[in-house]
């Protein structure tokens, strides 16, 4: 079950997501800095492709599941305030071996997060049994990471039904601690 919580108060460590995107001005800035920050990790060999969760597979409380089928990390110091991201939605007109070519285009999307301040790493799931992709990943602040899905939120949009685009952000966790949880709190 997803939690979404649009005011938070005093308690940061609360779940939310689902907050409105930012203005498409501010997003296309923010996406675009991501693209020109990617370029020096990429040439330092910072952005690393681990094995460790290919194939992982991860079951969700709506009884559907999902297959790691990458992971992108970057190179960094370690992280003072993580906050786990999760991600879901649903492409438009992709059906059978579409998935597959998506899942090989999607390399193409990496510049498009990993410049963005205070990621950490990502993991790449296929779609499950209703069509829809997840990313689940570990930011260092929760409040990067909620402008990150703000402004992921007009890229999806134009490959994405509106309504599919979804995000959740558990502060004070780390990625792989909440991989050890059961039931996974995504939807």
């Known amino acids: 079950m997803t ?3 649009q005011d938070r108060g005093a308690d940061q460590s609360l779940p939310f997501g689902d907050r409105p995107p930012l203005r498409l001005r501010d997003a296309v800035r923010a996406v675009l800095g991501s693209v020109l920050r990617t370029v020096p990790l990429l040439a330092e060999r910072r952005v690393r492709r681990p094995r460790t969760h290919d194939g992982d597979v991860l079951h969700f409380p709506d009884g ?3 297959r790691v089928y990458r992971e992108t990390v970057v190179r960094r110091p370690p992280t003072r305030a993580p906050a ?4 879901t939605f649903r492409l438009r007109a992709i059906r059978g071996r579409a998935h597959t070519a998506f899942r090989v285009e999607s390399l193409l999307n990496i510049p498009l997060f990993v410049g963005f301040p205070g ?3 990502k993991l790449w799931l296929a779609h499950d049994e209703r069509g829809r992709y997840r990313g689940l990943y570990e930011w260092d602040d929760p409040t990067l990471a909620d402008s990150y899905a703000r402004s992921l939120w007009w890229v999806l949009s ?3 039904p509106r309504d599919s685009i979804h995000y959740t952000i558990l502060p004070g966790r780390h990625r792989d601690d ?3 949880e059961v039931p996974l709190f995504l939807t």
């Open 3 to 5: 939690v979404t919580i």
């Open 64 to 66: 559907t599941s999902a």
């Open 84 to 87: 786990t991201l999760a991600v």
């Open 119 to 121: 990621f950490v790493s």
């Open 158 to 160: 134009l490959v994405c």
């Open 178 to 180: 909440v991989l050890n």
